[in-house]
Antibody
Framework: DVQLVESGGGLVQPGGSLRLSCTAS????????IHWVRQATGKGLEWVSA???????HYAESVKGRFTISRETDKNSVFFQMNTLGAGDTAIYYC???????????WGQGALVTVSS | DIQLTQSPSTLSASVGDRVTITCRAT??????LAWFQQKPGKAPNLLVF???NLKSGVPSRFSGSGSGTDFALTISDLQPDDFATYYC?????????FGQGTKLEIK
């Protein structure tokens, strides 16, 4: 069965950093594009970043230059390094798999990131 | 960036009703559009991909239509389990974007 499990969320002070992990099972991360989508409490969904099968990366303007997506194939995991965090980054962060036809077919359960002093 | 606007933002309906949620894009996304259902405290679930293709296991009372800039999600014969928030999302070009969501409430 395909599963995505996020970890690494928590409380961080403004200006701080956090690294999220997304560990996949049931498929190889190298074979699919992996995305991050976030959702602030009571708000809508915001696409944030992607790492494609070929290694290319994409970011939303709101996080470009602060967040970095990467992967480690031996751990079958994708990582999301988030720096210079602000209150606007407080959200649940979901790790997603895009199918071979690019639509999001599997979501993780989400990791809560809270930026507060 | 391509923006998606959903209408309405909130929809009140009764069990057994037929409802339609629309999603309009600021430029053509061809048929690279998906619809998701989200319930409180849960991750979204895929309902429709490529504008009109129902994901396996999704009830046939759900249907998607449209292409280019105008899309719709129709739910016929509403069931109690259908009251949730619905999002459209394009995957035509980066950055991908979501509509702002439509909350379907019980009348």
């Amino acid at each position: 069965d395909v599963q995505l499990v996020e970890s690494g969320g928590g409380l961080v002070q403004p200006g701080g950093s956090l690294r999220l992990s997304c560990t996949a099972s049931g498929f190889r991360i190298n074979d699919y594009d992996i995305h991050w989508v976030r959702q602030a409490t009571g708000k809508g969904l915001e696409w944030v970043s992607a790492i494609l099968t070929g290694g290319a990366t994409h970011y939303a303007e709101s996080v470009k230059g602060r967040f970095t997506i990467s992967r480690e194939t031996d751990k079958n995991s994708v990582f999301f390094q988030m720096n210079t965090l602000g209150a606007g980054d407080t959200a649940i962060y979901y790790c997603l798999r895009a199918s071979s036809w690019y639509y999001f077919d599997y979501w993780g359960q989400g990791a809560l990131v809270t930026v507060s002093s | 960036d391509i923006q998606l606007t959903q209408s309405p933002s909130t929809l009140s309906a009764s069990v057994g009703d037929r409802v339609t949620i629309t999603c309009r894009a600021t430029q053509s996304v061809h048929t690279y559009l998906a619809w998701f259902q989200q319930k409180p405290g849960k991750a979204p679930n895929l309902l429709v991909f490529k504008a009109s293709n129902l994901k396996s296991g999704v009830p046939s009372r759900f249907s998607g239509s449209g292409s280019g800039t105008d899309f719709a999600l129709t739910i016929s014969d509403l069931q109690p389990d259908d009251f949730a928030t619905y999002y459209c999302q394009h995957y035509h070009t980066y950055p991908y974007t979501f509509g702002q969501g439509t909350k379907l409430e019980i009348k």
